[in-house]
């Protein structure tokens, strides 16, 4: 699958699209598929960092999610279930982890070439989360990849004023994809 999402990458970049969408639902596997796509752009050369938001799982259950620092591998904790923090939902988010994450993508819009934020959820959407740093993504003039799920596809698309891009889905675990709208393929 990496080396699918890093044709397509290459490709985008190559036809001069600013960014590609990564979607799939929850265990498709996209934040895996994020961090394996970060190293192979960087064996082609290419400057990538942003953050990643890999799950923390107690008893086969998610419990919480951590965010990744792209460029220097250091890891905060993001969210959990139950704890102190900023309620969102099912989760309730760390400001320490928000601040973490968002100075790793504002440091990323000044020094990458590519910008990967996994991933651009309703929060960002209500304006929290991770919306500061992408913020500064979207200002500047690096290749952007962001995962999210299927159904917010066309609302990060208008939010962030990247109607069109490319959007690659990737499989769920029974083999079956969802294909969103606009240029798109499934890995």
Known sequence: MSGDLLGAVLSARQRGERALLVTGEISTGKTAAILSLTEDLRRHGLRAAGVASPRVLADGETVGYRVRDLATGEERPL???????????RFTFSPEGLA??????ERAAR???VIVVDEVGPLELS?????????AALGSPAFLIFTTRPSLVDKVQA?????GVPTVALRLPDGTSFVARGPRSTI
């Open 79 to 89: 969210c959990s279930r139950p704890a102190p923090g900023l309620p969102f939902r």
């Open 100 to 105: 973490f994450a968002n100075a790793a993508l």
């Open 111 to 113: 020094e990458a070439a």
């Open 127 to 135: 304006g929290g989360g991770f919306t500061p740093g992408l913020r």
């Open 159 to 163: 939010w962030a004023g990247l109607e």
